[in-house]
């Protein structure tokens, strides 16, 4: 497998390469043409003047065989550092001089191209040797010697400019090299910083993908750390990466409790009714006792079927959560709250409890389930019911508040510690105070409550205090 730190750092060295050969080749060849051009333009200045000069001196003293001449011409190719060649308009050599000293070129003749070249088109520029006049090819240019006679322009020669290749090579290879070490030092720099960066990012990554293993083997309590300062995309990947370990640290937690509760759950009612099965069997429970332990075994038996039902409530409402399906239609909040008032009457009288009730006269329509909202009502109303003092009263009041129907339900009785507020809608969660009270609920109804209401995207909350427990819960209006 190929690590990021090789990834990127054969992408930043190939990038490199690419980008050093690209801009090392448009660099040799402006800079190769820059340096022949210059040369060029010089030496085609020079021969410019050499050829004005010998111009001039041929109208004048028609000879170009003098000390002055000799001078002149011998101090320009000296200053210049190139080869001067004069010659006739058939391309016999009169002159040739280096600056130092003057070569005897007798009898010799220039090539016809390079003289026809320069008295028909009035330049010659290029790289050549002049058919072996020259001991290797040299850049060379011409300039034709014309003068006017009469109003006629009259050629008397041409003049050759030359410069040794070597020097210009010598040039453009110090420059390249120049051009080289540097593209290999910064090359060098690169690699190294892209080691150290691709090093910086890899590491957190890599303590990711471990603590990502010990996340597989149940080990839920390792975090990743000491990049909360980054400020940069490494930094907010750790945050969500541990927020993350949080939730599934929390969601391992809620799944042993779960467990937990649910065995105890289903041990205590299990107990009793083998136990009593086992008493009338057996005998230990006299015949006139028979009665009343079979009706706490059919007690137990409803509580058991009770747990069950609410156990496949919640599946089916995890599963509508999952797939987000949860109907949405209109209905009138005030007739479901009146149904279920009336389906818990019986167990409301049998309490000798009140019921004040506080709901618009009118039809109050509101957006949700209407089965799960009489389910939140039932299961609020049957719980106030529950835990309310007897002969005290259970007040239902129903207002609108912002594009919201906002519903109390209140009870009096014991007050809830304030610890175990933030506890009441968890799973099988059942206060301390109530254990005793609440033999025939499973801890069930108000996570259900919460859950239906979270997928309807509403809100719920509780207050106890003072003896006085409200359930305040929203839905939205139509």
Not at 157 to 169: I, K, M, Y
Not at 205 to 229: I, P
Request: hydrophobic share 40%; aromatic share 8%; net charge negative.
């Amino acid at each position: 497998m190929r690590s990021l730190y090789k990834r990127q750092l054969t992408m930043m060295v190939g990038i490199m390469i690419l980008s050093f050969t690209l801009l090392s080749a448009a660099f040799m060849l402006l800079s190769y043409r820059y340096l022949i051009s210059e040369k060029r333009e010089s030496m085609e200045r020079n021969a410019g003047y050499i050829a004005g000069f010998t111009a001039l001196y041929y109208k004048e003293y028609r000879d170009i065989q003098d000390e002055l001449y000799s001078n002149y011409v011998a101090n320009i190719a000296l200053i210049s550092d190139s080869f001067v060649i004069v010659a006739g308009p058939d391309g016999e050599i009169l002159y040739a001089t280096d600056g130092s000293k003057i070569y005897d070129y007798k009898n010799a003749v220039l090539p016809a191209s390079v003289t026809n070249q320069v008295l028909s088109h009035g330049t010659y520029a290029g790289l050549t040797s002049l058919e072996g006049i020259y001991p290797e090819r040299r850049y060379t240019a011409g300039l034709p010697i014309n003068i006017s006679v009469l109003g006629q322009t009259v050629n008397q020669g041409l003049v050759l400019v030359s410069a040794d290749a070597s020097n210009l090579s010598q040039m453009w290879s110090a420059t390249a090299t120049i051009f080289f070490f540097s593209a290999v030092v910064v090359l060098l720099i690169s690699v190294v910083a892209s080691t150290i960066t691709s090093a910086h990012q890899a590491r957190p990554l890599n303590e990711m993908a471990e603590a990502a293993r010990k996340f597989g083997q149940g080990e839920f309590d390792v975090r990743v750390t000491s990049y909360e300062g980054r400020c940069d995309e490494i930094s907010t990947l750790a945050e969500a990466f541990n927020a993350m370990a949080n939730s599934l640290e929390k969601v391992e937690t809620q799944r042993a409790e779960f467990i937990a509760n649910i065995s105890h759950e289903l041990k205590t009612p299990m107990t009793t009714i083998s136990g009593f099965a086992e008493g009338i069997l057996d005998g230990t429970i006299p015949p006139e006792r028979e009665r009343e332990s079979l009706q706490i075994v059919v007690s137990e038996t409803r509580r058991l079927s009770r747990l069950v039902r609410r156990m496949l409530d919640l599946s089916r409402l995890n599963a509508l959560a999952e797939n987000s399906i949860t109907a949405q239609e209109t209905f009138d909040l005030t007739e479901t709250m009146s149904q279920v008032l009336i389906s818990l009457e019986s167990k409301i009288t049998g309490r000798n409890l009140d019921v004040d009730v506080q709901m618009p006269q009118e039809k109050l329509m509101v957006w949700g389930d209407p089965d799960s909202v009489t389910q939140v009502c039932y299961n609020l109303l049957d719980n106030a019911a529950k835990f309310a003092a007897p002969g005290t009263t259970i007040t239902v009041q129903i207002t609108k508040k912002d594009g919201k129907a906002v519903t109390c339900i209140r009870n009096l009785g014991a007050t809830i510690p304030p610890e175990e507020l933030p506890l009441l809608f968890d799973r099988f969660h059942k206060a301390d105070y109530s254990r005793s009270m609440d033999r025939e609920g499973v801890g069930l109804g108000l996570y259900i409550v919460k859950t239906i209401l979270g997928n309807l995207k509403e809100t719920i909350n509780v207050t106890s205090e003072d003896g006085v427990t409200q359930f305040t819960f929203t839905l939205t209006l139509a």
